[in-house]
């Protein structure tokens, strides 16, 4: 009895006005429908459904109800609603367009339909009756916010922003219009406005950390880091969770080079999530950056414990065992990164240079071999493969190699440069100089080219001003390297200006310390101007690491025999 008084007391409340469960009556002197009861008690068992979110069941009820009451706006709306959520967009779609066909004025079934369209993608049918809506109510704040979002979704600026001004128009302090009218103007680059939208939010409603947010992204892209700074760490006083917040102070820090700023924030996210793999990389990288290597290893290791397949991380760990001198370490992780990923590019490249940085040419060169069985595509390889075998004297196959490599890539000025240095190592000058010529046919700038060509004509005294010309070249593209600075040193000597020869060998020699070629020719130049100590010492210095350059000590020896055997200066 208790439940009939209770639907008969709801049933005459909702009937009463335009969102009753039969909308055609307008006020509780129409008469009920005879069953009245049973269409309510259905209604109720849906929505009692719909909140247990029991889709199939709530339709089921839903359904009943309407097929009871088949003029009922609402209930036809409420069985659309449904509809939509068992993901059966198609019936949603055809029920709600035929309510809005037949009830143009109809505003929950509009608004139920241009939320349809809105989720479909469905952009402009969206806007046509979100505009609908607001010609029937033109109060409709929902709506109207709606279609200010649909239009900024087309990049339509000028009409989101005339919407949202609409709104506060008729309420001043519309927080969503006015947020939204400032992330607009920060599109357009008016950072003013945008600071004084997001400054009248703030003094609506103080806590609103969005708006600070917004503030120091708008200072932020004006370059006032520091005004920047303050209006995120006031995001973060408010909502100390607030990951885009914190994101930004990384990224801040990040730019300004203050890494133990943006390590400190990292840290503070561990401290809530210590397991949090992605913030370890992050601190990996930033130690990289840093050349902390041994904390960047830390962090990668904490990775590799948790996720021992994690290639990044392992690769980042490469990077940093190679800094340390730990080689072979770093090729032990490279080997287990290929046993996981058996094609890693990368990873191949890196074993290769680490195997020819230990001057293991033939393991090196094994490396590369087996990647030309999988990819013969990569230029690089060419490069590197025959250059190896340059290295271990296989002067024939390092020059089947780049001629294979050059019917693949014959426009590569790389290949024409290693097979000329190839043609050095094997006495064939004519053919050397003809592939350098080709290497700077195709490329110009090729600084390693200008600089070997520029190096023989001196070493061999010939064209040497023309010699003088391309080491010149070279220096423009890369001043500061130290073997082209000894090339210049050389081709002086052999001009026999041998103080700017002296200059240059000295400056050559800031920039590489422990080569003996350059020491050589330091000695050869205090030799020619007399210097008989000096000279000496060059030669002895360059004796020391002769191991680098073939054939260099008994070279050198014998300039230090002969001078030693001349008369005292």
């Known amino acids: 009895m208790f439940l009939k008084i209770f639907i008969s007391c709801i049933l005459a409340l909702s009937v009463s006005c335009s969102h009753g469960v039969r909308a055609d009556i307008q006020s509780g002197s ?28 709530a339709f089921s009820h839903y359904s009943n109800a309407l097929a009871m009451d088949p003029a009922s706006l609402s209930l036809q709306t409420q069985v659309a609603g449904t509809l939509l959520k068992m993901g059966k967009l198609k019936e949603a779609q055809d029920m709600l367009e035929k309510i809005s066909a037949s009830n143009p004025a109809y505003v929950p079934g509009l608004m139920l339909l241009g939320e349809l369209y809105s989720s479909q993608k469905m952009t402009d049918e969206a806007i046509r009756v979100y505009t609908q809506v607001l010609k029937i109510d033109p109060e409709k704040h929902d709506a109207q916010l709606t279609l200010g979002v649909l239009y900024l979704s087309k990049g339509d600026l000028k009409s989101a922003f005339a919407v949202f001004s609409a709104v506060t128009q008729k309420d001043p302090e519309n927080i969503m219009a006015l947020y939204y009218m400032g992330t607009i103007s920060i599109e ?87 397991g949090n793999l992605e913030v370890h990389q992050r601190l990996g990288l930033i130690y990289l950056q840093m050349k902390e290597y041994g904390k960047a290893i830390s962090e990668f290791k904490t990775i590799l414990e948790a996720k021992p397949d994690d290639l990044a991380a392992r690769y980042y760990s490469v990077l940093a065992l190679e800094e340390l001198n730990m080689v072979p ?124 060509l520029g190096y023989s004509y001196a070493d061999r005294g010939m064209r040497l001003e023309e010699a003088l010309s391309l080491i010149n070249k070279a220096l423009e593209l890369k001043p500061d390297s130290g073997y082209i600075i000894d090339s210049l040193g050389w081709v002086y000597f052999k001009l026999n200006r041998l103080d700017e020869a002296l200059t240059a060998l000295q400056r050559a020699l800031l920039q590489v310390k422990d080569d003996p070629v350059l020491y050589e020719h330091l000695g050869d130049v205090y030799a020619a101007r007399g210097d008989r100590r000096k000279a000496l010492e060059a030669w002895k210095e360059a004796i020391k690491n002769h191991e680098k350059e073939e054939g260099l000590k008994e070279r050198v020896e014998g300039k230090v025999i002969k001078l030693e055997g001349g008369s005292s200066q």
């Open 188 to 274: 357009q680059k008016d950072y003013a406005k945008a600071e004084e939208l997001f400054k009248k939010i703030i003094e609506i409603r103080p806590s609103f950390d969005a708006a600070y947010l917004n503030l120091g992204l708008t200072n932020e892209l004006q370059g006032h880091a520091s005004e920047a700074e303050k209006f995120y760490r006031k995001v973060l006083e408010i909502n100390p969770h607030n990951p885009f917040a914190r994101e930004r102070l990384i990224q801040l820090y990040m730019g300004g080079k203050s890494f133990d700023k943006a390590i400190a924030e990292l840290q503070s996210i561990l401290e809530g999530s210590p």
């Open 30 to 57: 129409e008469p009920l429908p005879p069953n009245a009861e049973r269409i309510y008690l259905e209604y109720l068992l849906g929505n009692e459904a719909e909140l247990g979110e029991k889709w199939e069941e």
């Open 329 to 452: 370490e770093a090729i032990d992780e490279l080997k287990l990164i290929l046993s996981r990923d058996p094609k890693n590019m990368t990873a191949f490249l890196h074993l290769g240079f680490l195997y020819a940085k230990q001057n293991r040419h033939a393991e090196a060169a094994k490396v590369y071999e087996e990647v030309l069985s999988f990819e013969k595509g990569k230029l690089e390889i060419y490069v590197y493969l025959g250059s190896s075998y340059i290295q271990m004297k296989e002067y024939a196959r390092a020059e089947s190699i780049f001629r294979e490599g050059l019917k693949l890539f014959g426009d590569s000025d790389d290949l024409y440069f290693n097979l000329a240095v190839l043609k050095d190592k094997t006495g064939r000058f004519d053919e050397m100089v003809a592939s350098l010529k080709r290497a700077l046919e195709l490329n110009p700038k090729n600084v390693d080219a200008l600089n070997y």
